[in-house]
DNA sequence: ATGGCTACTCCTAGTAGA
């Protein structure tokens, strides 16, 4: 089972790259974030053409997430417990084929101790708890998404610049301590435990050839799934060419259920 | 490296991203 996250900054203008990219790659499920588009104007028959399933939950310019899937997914959630009503769209759970499937797009927080980044922890607060609810329950899990996160010192290019810098704090790497503290491994850093596997590359300066990137896009795998742990890596290749977005996917691969369960 | 890019919007300037 290949499951794969990705944030496609505006899921209308990589539509093409999208849908060339899932021919490609084949995942099983894929977690998108930053759709930028309102659910009635989602591509939905593009994805399905494709052979892939899709639920989702947008709003108008910002955020927006979706989980696409071979096999059919049951919504489970669209908003995280604790949110105001008429919140970001930046939570999507779902089971796919006996996984629960927990797509996020954590807040930016802008910058450190800002009132944005005091929201930010709050809402990975509240993830924190909606997951460990769920794992009381639920075995097999995985939590994909944009954390805006780097959890360590491998995930930044240059950790005296980044030092104490939105996405790098303290805190911020405390709270995704506590998120694997639940039983969840960081499946990309399991399989490639070296420096340097970026996600995020800024647009300007030639970053993505200079290697100045960030690994803020993670797969969080439940035990029951990260055992099956076959291959996780970065797809590089789709950061590079015309119109990218400046996030690459990250896939994880799993091995199938002892036979009869699938 | 504090933006020199990209995408969005009651669009040609301001906001956000990370």
Redesign the pocket.
Known sequence: MKIATW?V??I??RLPRLLDWLGRQQPDVVCLQ?T?VVDALFPRADLEALGYQCVFTGQ???NGVAVLSRTPAVEVLRDLPGEPAGSERRFLAVDVAGVRVVCVYV?????ADSP?WLAKLEWLERLRAFLADSLATVPELVVCG?F?IAPGDADV??VA?WQG???FTGQEKAMFDRLLDLGLTDTLRHHQPGPGVFT?W????G?LH?G?G?R?DHILASAALAGRLLKAEVDREARKGS?PS??APVIADFGGRPAGEF
């Open positions: 944030n900054n505006s209308r203008a930053e930028k108008k310019t910002y807040p930016n927080g802008r910058e944005h944009d805006n290019w240059d610049l810098q939105n996405l995020w800024d647009y300007r300066n970053a200079r100045w960030l803020i119109q400046d996030h």
